[in-house]
């Protein structure tokens, strides 16, 4: 038995927390991998909206057991949250929830961190979402953190002052004014609730699945391009986004992986700062940020909008090994006049390449574009991928010539029965 991994191939927002809940029946294990609240997932059923920040999106399906795995940095304020507005919506996440021992806590002072970091940077700031993810990282990669299994030791609170003395010495040197002792109230009453869930040695528990044959999805939060190695640096996340990250995030060895679904919108879309070669900033960026309703599930923020990106996208294929393509949005695109793909960069030298250069800040790019007709149909009729019109079929096709993986799923609204499946797609049985 394998791990499949499905992740972001973008700048995140891709829809991953949808396809996640649409795969769940295969799984009996959703574990996820990285990143921390800074992340959010929407799933809408039942004429409900449901954000999920750092519960695995398999928790809505009450025989899958959610996994945070190692990878990740937990919030207890956010979680205890989180998990209170699932129990008043009558969906009880606690009975199948499984948090790793080894997962970093963010502290209080570690989201002030963050925004004494944010606003010393003045105009060239990175858009963090001030959740304390960063410096978390940073401690966690100084051998410095506390992590979830440290709130069962009984000199806790004695390790927690030592990180905070240490936090209040920065904060000073950044001449940044708090005041830290509600957010430290809230901080304890979460770590005491922390202690109430199952908390676990997950990397022990995931092998004694594999070894049961147990079927596991292994999900990731940000997108690919914000890769702490491979993304668009120094406008990227702390962690691990691409599938690598799922090994070390969960203990899980490279052999174990099997499936990668890679999941993006058909256009782009990014939160915050950093470069984003095919971005709109006409009418057309407008149109399609209120047809996709692209405004942050975490920060609420609108979302920067634009034209399909081919190379950043086959980029993200490569790095990732992705075996099946999911594309989502695609009704977002239904009526325009025409629809522009995104297949080379022209340099400032007036050369051409089609991968993304070192470093997009310095190296002014100009996207080259090929022109495709759009599609125009009702979208309530589609139930069938054939009833689809053959602008759309040329699309995909279009995309799958550049990228060399089939396109297995499109999704055609926010809904679970707005997902249709390519034929001869491994997933006909999801």
């Not at 700062?273 to 975490?298: C, I, M």
């Not at 325009?336 to 002014?364: A, F, N, W």
């Not at 009833?387 to 759309?392: E, G, T």
Request: negative net charge; charged residues 25%; contains cysteine.
């Amino acid at each position: 038995m394998s791990v499949d991994v499905l992740l972001g191939l973008q700048w995140g927002d891709e829809g991953k927390g949808k396809i996640v809940d649409y795969l769940a029946p295969k799984y009996n294990v959703i574990a996820r991998f990285q990143g921390g609240p800074n992340a959010g997932h929407t799933l809408e059923f039942d004429q409900t909206k449901h954000v999920l920040h750092q519960i695995p999106s398999g928790v809505f399906r009450p025989d899958a057991k959610n996994v945070i795995g190692n990878g990740v940095v937990l919030d207890p304020v956010i979680l205890q949250k989180e998990i209170v507005e699932l129990q008043n919506k009558g969906v009880d996440p606690t009975r199948n929830l499984y948090v790793s021992k080894k997962a970093q806590l963010i502290l209080p002072t570690h989201r002030l961190l963050d925004a004494a970091y944010e606003q010393a940077k003045g105009d060239k700031k990175i858009g963090s979402t001030l959740k304390g993810i960063g410096p978390t990282y940073q401690d966690k990669i100084g051998r410095l953190g506390m992590r979830v299994g440290d709130v069962l030791r009984n000199d806790f609170a004695e390790l927690y002052q030592v990180r905070v003395d240490e936090h209040k010495k920065k904060l000073a040197s950044y001449n940044y004014s708090y005041d830290l002792a509600p957010l430290e109230q809230d901080f304890r009453q979460a770590v005491g609730f922390l202690k109430t869930l199952k908390l676990i040695d997950s990397e022990i528990y995931l092998h004694d699945q594999l070894d049961q044959q147990i079927p596991i999805l292994a999900e990731g939060a940000q997108g690919a391009l914000l890769d702490i190695d491979f993304g668009s640096y120094p406008f990227v996340t702390s962690s691990t986004t691409t599938a690598a990250g799922a090994c070390t995030g969960l203990g899980i060895a490279p052999r174990h992986i099997g499936e990668v679904f890679g999941i993006f919108k058909a256009y782009c879309t990014r939160v915050g700062s950093g470069p984003f070669p095919t971005e709109l900033h006409d009418s057309l960026g407008e149109e399609l940020r209120k047809k996709g309703s692209e405004f942050g599930a975490t920060t609420g923020r609108p979302r920067r909008c634009g034209w399909l990106d081919l190379p950043a996208l086959n980029y993200a294929v490569k790095l990732n090994g992705v075996t099946q393509l999911f594309m989502m949005k695609a009704d977002v695109l239904n009526g325009m006049d025409e629809i522009k793909v995104c297949t080379h960069y022209q340099l400032s030298d007036g050369s051409e390449i089609d991968y993304i250069p070192y470093d997009l800040r310095e190296e002014e790019v100009k996207p080259i574009y090929r022109t495709m007709e759009c599609w125009d149909f009702d979208l309530n009729a589609a139930d069938n991928i054939s009833d689809l019109p053959a602008s759309f079929h040329r699309y995909i096709e279009f995309i799958e010539s550049f990228v060399k993986v089939p396109i297995n799923l499109v999704s055609l609204g926010p809904k679970r029965n707005q997902t249709l499946l390519r034929q001869g797609s491994l997933l006909a049985d999801a």
